[in-house]
């Protein structure tokens, strides 16, 4: 869970894309109550989108929603979910239908993750990665498209990642969960197009002020290693947050079974040398 000094609103924002353009529309947000998702559910509403912010820490979500509201001026409702059980996900999205009679934009971002060599990961760990990733991502997309997308069409967003386009080291779990859900992106885009259904994914690459980082080894980005970087710098929630907007606003009317990557260019020229990693690294093995 990402500490409190880390997940704050937006101290300014200039708007790339008009104020309105989510106006009216509702978010249903997993992983909303920290980290990137945190500031996707900020900068939607930004733009007019009331929000559900869903994870499995009620007292975390409920401080989030607190100052996404304060911040923003628009609404948030937490939901406690753990998006593993497919009775309590459908439970959460009626509980949002109840509040605000639709779900528009549907935002995959439940995550797990932690750094560890395939040797010595679990069986569980590996388990419990597709299952919160995976899984949820499923479960979370057949309920709010049984409850109220099939008959009203929508954009869901599935939050993807690198890590398996280079066979990423120590990330066996996450690449697989995660190549897993860009294989849902395509087949839900075939599937349920035809009800007015666009199924969009985003893949960060590294984003600085974000649990991930801390984990997966902040001192792994130091300035020698963002030089090799194409845009030598790392990403920021905002610019996957902007991107989301992008995704989820008309401007992407025709977008769809499509995973649009935001890293700078990173798993181009990223280093993926085992020496490199292991010595990185090596204290948090």
Known sequence: MASPD??????????????????????????GGSGICFTIAEIFMRHQCNTVIASRKYNRLQESAKKLESATGQRC????????KPEEVLRSVEQALNHYGRIDILVNGAAGN??????????NGFKTVLEIDTVGTFNTCKAVYEKYMRDHGGVIINISATLFYRGQL?????????????????TLCNEWG???????????????DTEGIRRLGAGMFDEEVLRN?????????????????????????YISGHTIVVDGGHWMT??????????????KL
């Open 6 to 31: 880390v997940d704050v609103c937006l101290t300014s924002y200039d708007y790339v894309f008009k104020p309105d353009i989510l106006t009216g529309k509702v978010a249903f947000i997993t992983g």
């Open 77 to 84: 409702l937490p939901i406690q979910v753990d998006v593993r």
């Open 114 to 123: 932690f750094p560890a060599p395939a040797s010595s990961l679990s069986f």
């Open 170 to 186: 120590f990330q066996i779990h996450a690449s697989a969960a995660k190549a897993a859900i860009d294989s849902m992106t395509m």
């Open 194 to 208: 035809p009800q007015g259904i666009r199924v969009v994914g985003i893949a960060p690459g590294p984003i600085a």
């Open 229 to 253: 970087f194409p845009l030598q710098r790392m990403g920021t929630k905002r610019d996957v947050g902007d991107c989301a907007v992008f995704a989820a606003s008309p401007a992407a009317n």
């Open 270 to 283: 990223c280093d993926n040398n085992f020496s490199f990693y292991s010595k990185q690294m090596g204290a």
